[in-house]
């Protein structure tokens, strides 16, 4: 409709500066007629254009530069996943200890391997390093603050998390009950409790009453 009304307009206006071009030639103004007579078309051409927002791409933020450098300071890379049911940070690497200095904890909290990402060994790995940390800090009278504590006790839920999710399902299927084995095999915690070996969970009280083998999605590969 808009495209009908525009083409409408132009004829209109080509039409009234036309017929006034002959007058103006009439009086030696053809040239400057005609110009206006362009003007005014791609005048109306130019407004019926839809313009497209020209997208900049946004400068990072002071939070952001000095992340990262921390990042690369501490050696730690910030691993995501969408849903943690494919780990991607692996036993045989830690994340370093929190800093003495309690000004530099809320940086090195930020640039840690997320729990949700880890396979059990090194999710089991990390806190237990955390424990032997907390030890090291008490010795030392270095105190705690709210971002070593934070990462101490995420990764001890994560895995009682986990622990709980096999749990579930093994009682499910101890029982026969399908509907319930596919409703808890369909939980986050427990895809990801099953996405690597769950030998390192017993050191945690996870007691199995089927055969780990049998656990939809299990992984015992991964460590």
């Known amino acids: 409709m808009m495209k009908k009304k525009s083409i409408l307009a132009i004829g209109l206006i080509a039409a009234l500066l036309f017929a006034l071009t002959g007058e103006a030639e009439a009086f030696g103004w053809g040239d400057i007629a005609g110009k206006a007579t362009d003007k005014a078309i791609g005048s109306v051409l130019g407004s019926s254009a839809k313009k497209k927002p020209v997208k900049q791409s946004q400068p990072k933020s002071e939070k952001q530069k000095k992340s990262e450098c921390e990042a690369e300071k501490y ?14 940070a692996f036993a045989g690497t830690l994340d370093p200890w929190p800093p003495d200095e309690l000004s530099a904890r809320p940086d090195w909290f930020d640039n840690r391997t997320q729990p949700w990402t880890m396979t059990n060994a090194r ?34 839920d994560e895995i009682h998390a986990r622990v709980r999710a096999i749990e579930r399902y093994c009682d499910a299927a101890e029982y026969g009950d399908y509907q319930s084995m596919h ?41």
Request: proline letters at 8%; aromatic letters at 8%; glycine letters at 6%.
């Open 75 to 88: 050696g730690v890379k910030r691993l995501e996943s969408p849903d943690g049911t494919k780990p991607t």
């Open 123 to 156: 999710l089991v790995a990390e806190y237990e390093s955390m424990i032997q940390w907390r030890a090291y800090s008490e010795q030392n009278g270095l105190g705690t603050i709210e971002p070593d504590e934070i990462r101490y006790t995420e990764l001890m």
């Open 183 to 223: 409703s808890r095999a369909s939980m986050r915690d427990y895809q990801r409790a099953v996405a690597s070996n769950i030998d390192p969970l017993r050191d945690y009280d996870l007691e199995l009453c089927v055969p780990a083998n049998t656990l939809p999605g299990y992984h015992p590969e991964r460590n």
